[in-house]
C-alpha cells in the first residue's frame, strides 16, 4: 500500500509517500523560516496560509521524483494533532479531499508519535521496547516505548521544552530565529567552560526538566557581560541543557533496565547532543539510534510512516477534516505491528 503523508502542524510543510513493502520512496519540506523570521517567531495565520499554498506543489513533487502518479495512492495520512489549529486544518481539509476524490482511506496521526516512530525509518533501526527522549520546540518528554501505542510517560518538562529555552535564548543574545541552530552555531566558536550556567533538576531524583531557570540565569549573564561574550554564552547554555538531556537518558534507562535511546524531534539534529549521547553510550553500552537529519524536524515522511503502520494493523478510516490542537499521547489506541 502506498501511503501520501502530509505535515502541517506549524511551520513547515511536508509531503512523503511511503510504500509498506519498498519503503521511503519521496519526501518533499518546505520550511517557512524565513517568512516569519521577520517577525521572531511563528505567524500562525501566515503559517496556514503558507500551507494551503505549498502542500499540492509539494504532493506533485513527490510524486515526480517517485516516478507515481496521484493514482497509485492507496491512502492518506494526515497531523491531526497537537498543533495550531488553522495550519492543522490546512493538512486536514486537502487530506479530506484528497480522500473523497482517490476513494481511499484517510487516517489522523499524532504528530508526536510519528516524531516518535521516526528512528524506525533509518538503518540500523530500533527495536521494540526502547527509552524515547522526544525534544523539540514544544516538547521535552521521556518515554517508554513498548510498540506503535504503548507508550508510558517516564518524565518531562515542567516549564519551557529546550527547543523553547533555545529559542528564547538566541532571542536574548540577538541571534534570531530559528533559536536552535542560531545559538548550535554561535557555540561553534565559544568557549563552554568559560561560564557555569545552572543545570536546573539534574540531580533531582526524578526524570522531569526544567529550563526557566537556565534562560533567566542566561538573561542576567547578557545584561551582565554584553554582545562581546555572546558565543561563550551560548556554548556555556549549549552545554548545560546537554547535561540535562544526557544525565536524565542515563537516568531513564537505569531506571527502566533498557539499552535501547531512541532521541527524536528537532532538537535531536543538534552536534553536541549526539557528540555526548554517542560517548555515553559507548561508556555505559547502551546504543543509541537517531532519524535521520533531514527528518528530525517536522516532516511528511514520519507521518506517512505512523500512518502505515496503523493502517496496515486494521486502523479504520476517519475521513479527514478533523484536528486536534491539544491531543495526549497516552489517549492513542495501541496497534499490533508484525
Sequence with gaps: ??????????????????????????????????????????????????????????IGKA??????????????????GPGLAGALLAGASLAAGLGVALKVPVLGVHHLEGHLLSPLLAAP???????????????????????????ELLGETLDDAAGEAFDKTAQLLGLGYPGGPQVARAAETGDAYRYKLPRPMLNSGDLEFSF??????????????????TADI???????????????CLAALTRTGMDRLVVAGGVGANRALRARLDAEAGRHGFTVFYPPLDLCTDNGAMIAYAG?????????????????????????????VS
Design 1 to 58: 500500500m502506498l501511503v501520501l503523508g502530509i505535515e502541517t502542524s506549524c511551520d513547515e510543510t511536508g509531503i512523503a509517500l511511503y510504500d509498506t513493502e519498498r519503503g521511503l520512496l519521496a519526501h518533499a519540506l518546505h520550511s517557512q523560516v524565513a517568512m516569519h523570521a521577520e517577525y521572531g517567531g511563528v505567524v500562525p495565520e501566515l503559517a496556514s496560509r503558507d500551507h494551503i499554498r505549498r502542500a499540492p506543489r509539494l
Design 63 to 80: 510524486l515526480a521524483d517517485a516516478g507515481l502518479e496521484i493514482g497509485a495512492v492507496g491512502a492518506i495520512a494526515y497531523t491531526q
Design 125 to 151: 533501526r530500533p527495536e521494540f521496547p526502547f527509552v524515547a527522549l522526544l525534544v523539540s520546540g514544544g516538547h521535552t518528554q521521556l518515554m517508554r516505548v513498548d510498540g506503535v501505542g504503548l507508550y
Design 212 to 229: 526557566s531557570g537556565l534562560k533567566t540565569a542566561v538573561l542576567n549573564l547578557a545584561k551582565k557581560e554584553g554582545p562581546g561574550a
Design 234 to 248: 551560548a556554548a556555556s547554555f549549549q552545554a548545560a541543557v546537554v547535561d540535562v538531556l544526557a544525565g536524565k
Design 308 to 336: 502505515a503502520l496503523r493502517l496496515t494493523a486494521g486502523a479504520p478510516s476517519d475521513g479527514g477534516f478533523s484536528v486536534r490542537p491539544r491531543w495526549e499521547l497516552a489517549e492513542l489506541e495501541a496497534v499490533p
